[in-house]
């Protein structure tokens, strides 16, 4: 194991687990964020691809954690989304791969912000939209999930932006993001940009992560519904702030 860590710096590894902390730390509280908040933190210290997957490993293991509570809490539209998303991962991690650091880091930073500009337009109605728009929505967070690790741009707004039940929004979302995060781990091994050293660092940061998403669950059960979606816009305007001053 520590043959496989020798690639990373003392500082890669202590950023990468204060980022895997806070960023799981917000997703039990929100039910979205982990990889919103954690590829462009990553970012700032590892590669762009390995950040990606590296994110990709601590997303599943944390949805595997609690995957029952999920399927028996999610929106049906919630598996219409991550089919989608399983069919259109490979193309975005095939244009990740194909992209230089410094354009993925732009497009990263870009997704970020366009996550918190779709949050903040008005609330809709809790019916559930049509096909197109939910296929839309699939379509385009397989694509991010590939490119950027990220599949909330598209889900968050579709689920928070709607009248239903918080934990509804958030056990759809989860759902969706586990699905999301395995998709981009097998498109990685197929294309073979998968290295052996990111499943042992995601081992070794996954305490953190648990302790991390199990305060956020505790402290969600305190908030309310108006607040909770104040912090939703919050986080993701931090999220595209942070990823744009990295550009600078």
Same mark, same amino acid.
């Given at each position: ?34 990889? +919103?908040?954690?590829?462009? +933190? ?13 994110? &990709?490993? /601590? ?7 609690? +995957? ?6 999610a929106e049906p539209t919630a ?8 069919l259109l991962t490979p193309l975005? /991690?095939? @244009? ?15 997704i970020a912000l366009s996550a ?13 939209? @049509? ?10 967070? @397989? ?35 586990? +699905? ?24 070794? /940061? ?10 956020? &669950? ?5 908030? @309310? ?24």
């Amino acid at each position: 194991m520590i043959d496989l860590l020798a690639a990373y710096a003392p500082w890669q590894i202590a950023a990468a687990l204060v980022a895997g902390f806070g960023s799981a730390f917000v997703r039990g509280l929100t039910g979205f964020g982990m990889a +919103i908040l954690l590829v462009p +933190i990553l970012a700032l210290a590892l590669p762009p691809v390995e950040s990606v997957l590296l994110a &990709n490993f /601590l997303s599943f293991f944390i949805g595997m954690s609690e +995957i029952r509570r999920l399927v028996r809490g999610a929106e049906p539209t919630a598996w219409r989304i991550s089919a989608l998303v399983v069919l259109l991962t490979p193309l975005g /991690l095939f @244009g990740l791969a194909a992209t230089s650091e410094d354009l993925a880091r732009f497009l990263i930073a870009m997704i970020a912000l366009s996550a918190f500009a779709a949050v903040l337009l008005p609330r809709r109605s809790a019916a559930e939209p @049509g096909h197109a728009a939910t296929g839309a929505v699939g379509i385009l967070s @397989g694509l991010m999930t590939g490119y950027a690790g990220m599949p909330g741009p598209p889900v968050v707004p579709y689920y928070v932006g709607r009248d239903i039940p918080r934990e509804t929004a958030k056990a759809s979302m989860m759902l969706i993001f586990t +699905i999301a995060s395995l998709a981009g781990l097998v498109s990685g091994a197929a294309l073979e940009i998968l290295a052996w050293r990111l499943p042992v660092l995601a081992v070794m /940061l996954f305490p953190a992560v648990l302790l991390g998403n199990w305060l956020g &669950n505790h402290a969600s059960g305190r908030v @309310g519904d108006g607040l909770w979606r104040g912090v939703v816009g919050v986080i993701l305007g931090g999220a595209a702030l942070a990823a744009l001053l990295r550009l600078l």
